[in-house]
C-alpha cells in the first residue's frame, strides 16, 4: 500500500494512500535520545509501537476520546486519518521523572498529588521549547481555545490510561501526547507507546520503556515486549 513518501521523522514514515482524508504509517525500529545526539536501533520496536498505539487508540475511541486511528495494515503498519498536526504537545506527569526532576530538583519517584502538565512547542530547531499561555499567544500558532481543549483532552485521557495501565501492574509515570485537526475537531494522534510513554513496573519501578535505552540500561527489546504482552488481550476491558 506504500506510495508517496509525505514525511519521515525519528520513529515512522508517512505515506500518501488513495483516500486524501487517510495516510499510512510505518513504524520504524530505528531509535533516538537527547535531542538526537544518541541514535540506535531497537530491534521490534516499530512493531511494539504500532501494534501498542493501535490498541490505546481502539480503547480510548470505546471511552469517548476521538483518534486518528482507522484500522491496521500489518505488524508495522497503520492507516490513520490525514490530520494537520497541531504544533503543541501536552505532557502529562502523574511521578517526578526525567526532565522535571532535573529541573525542580525534586528526586525521581515522588508521586505527586495531581497530575502535572506541561506544553511544549514542536519545532526541532528550537528543540521543542516547553512554553506557557503567554509564548502560545506570541506565537500565534493556536487560541486560547484549542490550548484549553489540549489540556482538558490530556487530562480525560490520563483518567482513563491510569487505571487501564494499574490493572496491567504498570505505573503510568508521565507521557506525551501529539493532536491534529481533521475536518475542524481536534483529535489525538501520534502514538502511546515506551517510546512516548514512561512505565514502571507496579511491584518493583523496574523501567520498561525508552528510558532503557536513553540511560544504557541494558533489555530495551524485552521491556518493549513486555508492555505489549501486559497490553494485548484487555483492551476491551
Given at each position: 500500500?506504500?506510495?508517496?513518501?509525505?514525511?519521515?521523522?525519528?520513529?515512522?514514515?508517512?505515506?500518501?494512500t488513495?483516500?486524501?482524508?487517510?495516510?499510512l504509517?510505518?513504524?520504524?525500529?530505528s531509535?533516538?535520545?537527547?535531542?538526537?545526539?544518541?541514535?540506535?536501533t531497537?530491534?521490534?520496536?516499530?512493531?511494539?509501537?504500532n501494534?501498542?498505539?493501535?490498541?490505546?487508540?481502539?480503547?480510548?475511541?470505546?471511552?469517548?476520546?476521538?483518534?486518528?486511528?482507522?484500522?491496521?495494515?500489518?505488524?508495522?503498519?497503520m492507516?490513520?486519518?490525514?490530520?494537520?498536526?497541531?504544533?503543541?504537545?501536552?505532557?502529562?506527569?502523574n511521578?517526578?521523572a526525567?526532565?522535571?526532576?532535573?529541573?525542580?530538583?525534586?528526586?525521581?519517584?515522588?508521586?505527586?498529588?495531581?497530575?502535572?502538565?506541561?506544553?511544549?512547542?514542536?519545532?526541532?530547531?528550537?528543540h521543542?521549547?516547553?512554553?506557557?499561555?503567554d509564548?502560545i499567544?506570541?506565537?500565534?500558532?493556536?487560541?486560547q481555545?484549542t490550548?484549553?481543549?489540549?489540556?482538558?483532552?490530556?487530562?480525560?485521557?490520563?483518567?482513563?490510561?491510569?487505571?487501564?495501565?494499574?490493572?496491567?501492574?504498570?505505573?503510568?509515570?508521565?507521557?506525551?501526547?501529539?493532536?491534529?485537526l481533521?475536518?475542524?475537531?481536534?483529535?489525538?494522534?501520534?502514538?502511546?507507546?515506551?517510546?512516548?510513554?514512561?512505565?514502571?513496573?507496579?511491584?518493583?519501578?523496574?523501567?520498561?520503556?525508552?528510558?532503557?535505552?536513553?540511560?544504557?540500561?541494558?533489555?530495551?527489546?524485552?521491556?518493549?515486549?513486555?508492555?505489549?504482552?501486559?497490553?494485548?488481550?484487555?483492551?476491551?476491558?
Open positions: 500500500m506504500e506510495s508517496k513518501l509525505l514525511y519521515e521523522g525519528k520513529a515512522k514514515r508517512v505515506f500518501a488513495d483516500n486524501p482524508d487517510e495516510v504509517i510505518s513504524y520504524k525500529d531509535a533516538t535520545a537527547f535531542d538526537g545526539q544518541k541514535k540506535g531497537i530491534v521490534g520496536k516499530g512493531k511494539v509501537n501494534l501498542m498505539s493501535a490498541a490505546m487508540f481502539g480503547y480510548l475511541e470505546q471511552k469517548g476520546i476521538p483518534t486518528h486511528f482507522v484500522r491496521l495494515v500489518s505488524q508495522t503498519e492507516i490513520v486519518k490525514h490530520v494537520q498536526i497541531i504544533p503543541f504537545e501536552v505532557v502529562v506527569r511521578v517526578v526525567g526532565s522535571l526532576s532535573k529541573r525542580l530538583g525534586i528526586p525521581e519517584g515522588v508521586v505527586l498529588d495531581e497530575p502535572v502538565r506541561e506544553i511544549y512547542y514542536k519545532d526541532d530547531e528550537l521543542d521549547p516547553l512554553v506557557n499561555d509564548h499567544r506570541l506565537l500565534g500558532k493556536a487560541d481555545r490550548v484549553d481543549t489540549l489540556r482538558e483532552m490530556a487530562t480525560k485521557i490520563n483518567s482513563l490510561m491510569k487505571p487501564f495501565m494499574a490493572a496491567r501492574g504498570l505505573t503510568l509515570v508521565d507521557f506525551k501526547l501529539e493532536f491534529g481533521f475536518k475542524g475537531e481536534i483529535i489525538l494522534a501520534d502514538e502511546i507507546s515506551p517510546d512516548t510513554c514512561r512505565f514502571w513496573d507496579s511491584q518493583t519501578n523496574e523501567k520498561l520503556d525508552k528510558d532503557r535505552f536513553r540511560r544504557d540500561l541494558g533489555g530495551v527489546e524485552e521491556a518493549y515486549e513486555e508492555v505489549l504482552r501486559r497490553i494485548s488481550g484487555g483492551v476491551n476491558k
